[in-house]
């Protein structure tokens, strides 16, 4: 075997849960590896790490100060720098849905989510376009084995406030944030390793700048929804606060923009579909709505 063959370096496909790759924006610097170029987090192995997933998970903290709960091998990929040198790298995948710009980025310019149709249209080496569709190619598989047995769900958490005059809350989606730009939506996010609960109270003090107990909070509307072949389902689970304290405020300004009262027989035309579908069944007394399943 020679050294090409043996893994020294150690990169990850980090991939959300909309199937979009997170990207490392290299410095443009001459002499370094893949100057200017959208490239995978990782780095050469030291004397101290044990393992290529030990450098792995290093070189994410050190450089994003990001941890991974899991990171499964993929492949060895053989590159070719600018230089001609060809190094073989041990390649990880884990799953991520944050947000990059909260990261504590230490090397480079910055980390954005890219969806692969997006990919060519970037400055990237072939062979990283070509390892993310070799990626894309397996999950795609693994979706279609899936889809004839169990299927793991998307959870998301939804915060639904009706203030004294009866009027709904919802935020103006930043126009260049990864779900839903330009329309109103409820406050919400994913639950992480969390109770559904927990999570929408989380939500709420980190997104608005609002306190609420978990007593006070009840389920009053899930919508089931499917997003078409190959996309994975998704639970939206809603729950309206019966109290709370504080006024709704922007904390996270680079999702939403605005947070504003609404009529629920007045919404805008820009409210995202299954957020104006659980509004309508909420005021309707339903408790369970289904969306996009044939």
């Given at each position: 075997m020679s050294d090409t063959e043996v893994p020294w370096n150690a990169s990850v496909l980090i991939v959300n849960d909309a199937g979009e790759y997170l990207l490392h924006l290299r410095d443009h610097i001459p002499g370094i590896w893949e100057p200017g170029a959208w490239s995978l987090l990782g780095g050469g192995r030291t004397p101290g790490d044990r393992s290529l997933e030990e450098t792995a998970r290093r070189e994410l903290m050190e450089e994003a100060g990001l941890d991974l709960p899991v990171l499964e091998p993929f492949q060895v990929e053989h590159a070719t720098g600018a230089d001609g040198?060809?190094?073989?790298?041990?390649?990880?995948?884990?799953?991520?849905?944050?947000?990059?710009?909260?990261?504590?980025?230490?090397?480079?310019?910055?980390?954005?989510?890219?969806?692969?149709?997006?990919?060519?249209?970037?400055?990237?080496?072939?062979?990283?376009?070509?390892?993310?569709?070799?990626h894309v190619a397996?999950?795609?598989?693994?979706?279609?084995?899936?889809?004839?047995?169990?299927?793991?769900?998307?959870?998301?958490?939804?915060?639904?406030?009706?203030?004294?005059?009866?009027?709904?809350?919802?935020?103006?989606?930043?126009?260049?944030?990864?779900?839903?730009?330009?329309?109103?939506?409820?406050?919400?996010?994913?639950?992480?390793?969390?109770?559904a609960i927990t999570g929408v109270v989380r939500e709420a003090r980190e997104e608005g700048g609002l306190l609420i107990r978990p007593e006070d909070v009840e389920l009053v509307h899930v919508v089931h929804m499917s997003n078409g072949p190959g996309r994975q389902p998704r639970m939206q689970m809603i729950f309206r606060a019966r109290s709370w304290e504080g006024e709704p405020e922007v904390r996270e300004p680079d999702k939403c923009l605005a947070w504003r009262w609404w009529d629920p027989r007045d919404l805008p035309d820009n409210v995202v579909p299954y957020t104006r579908t659980a509004i309508e069944g909420i005021r309707a007394g339903r408790l369970y709505t289904e969306m996009g399943w044939v």
């Open positions: 040198l060809t190094v073989s790298i041990q390649v990880f995948a884990g799953r991520w849905n944050g947000d990059p710009d909260a990261l504590r980025l230490t090397e480079g310019v910055m980390l954005r989510w890219f969806a692969p149709e997006i990919m060519p249209r970037l400055r990237m080496s072939p062979s990283t376009l070509d390892l993310v569709r070799r397996q999950r795609s598989g693994a979706q279609a084995t899936t889809d004839r047995g169990t299927v793991p769900n998307v959870i998301g958490v939804h915060l639904y406030l009706e203030n004294e005059h009866g009027a709904v809350l919802l935020g103006l989606r930043h126009p260049d944030c990864a779900y839903a730009g330009r329309t109103w939506h409820f406050l919400a996010g994913h639950c992480e390793r969390e109770s």
